[in-house]
């Protein structure tokens, strides 16, 4: 069936270092999308990616979308207090509405 | 910034109980979805709607669950009588228009079952 696979799980870093997450789709996807989740909230849409080989950026996160449109990666450059909260990948595949989400990384910072 | 609305915040129900969830989607959007987050866990699927009928539902979403757009505004979700595993936060999302358009989601409502 139609997955995501989503890594790591969990990741800690100090304040200022790099964080990365993972995702991987069993099959060609439409597009994946992206979404941050805080501790008690809900998922809040960060980004769309669409094109094979999609590259986006925002402020400090870059987005990507691989080649064969099955993996994506967010990486958070120098990250601060505020990035805290559990990141997910949300795929998207032809044919269907339904959003397909990872299992999300869990980001949390040492000050 | 438009955002989708939902209520209760936190409903609190006896097992066998029936219980109404409501949204209230982004006003120019027109397909509505309804997901689950069991705690600790990632969201899933339930079911998505247009055009006032089910346009895709996932497994979980069994006899037990029905959705509806009683009005032009509201989107609600019912499930009929509770079970202890139907404990979750569930998110109502909308949806402009097909396409590449992403769901924005609203900010749940907590169900625990009793």
């Known amino acids: 069936g139609q997955q995501v696979m989503q890594i790591p799980q969990y990741q800690h870093v100090q304040e200022g270092e790099d964080f990365t997450t993972y995702c991987n789709s069993s099959?060609?996807?439409?597009?994946i999308q992206w979404y941050k989740q805080r501790p008690g909230g809900h998922p809040v849409f960060l980004i769309q990616?669409?094109?094979?080989?999609e590259v986006k950026k925002q402020k400090r996160l870059t987005f990507q979308f691989g080649e064969a449109k099955k993996n994506s990666s967010l990486h958070i450059t120098a990250t601060q207090t505020t990035d805290v909260g559990t990141y997910f990948c949300?795929?998207?595949?032809?044919?269907?509405?339904?959003?397909?989400f990872g299992t999300g990384t869990r980001l949390t910072i040492i000050p | 910034e438009p955002e989708v609305t939902q209520t209760p915040s936190h409903q609190v129900t006896q097992m066998g109980q029936e219980v109404i969830l409501r949204c209230v989607p982004i006003?120019?959007?027109?397909?509505f979805y309804w997901y689950r987050q069991i705690l600790g866990q990632k969201v899933e699927f339930l079911v998505s709607f247009y055009n006032n009928e089910i346009s895709e539902k996932s497994e979980i979403f069994d006899d037990q669950f029905s959705v509806e757009r009683p009005d032009g505004s509201n989107f609600t979700l019912k499930i009929r009588s509770t079970k202890l595993e139907d404990s979750a936060m569930y998110f109502c999302?909308?949806?402009?228009?097909?396409?590449?358009?992403?769901?924005?989601f609203g900010d749940g409502t907590r169900l625990s079952i009793l």
């Open positions: 099959t060609t996807l439409s597009n």
């Open positions: 999302a909308s949806r402009a228009d097909r396409g590449n358009q992403p769901q924005h």
């Open positions: 006003s120019n959007h027109l397909y």
């Open positions: 990616l669409v094109k094979s080989g």
């Open positions: 949300a795929g998207l595949y032809f044919g269907n509405e339904k959003l397909t």
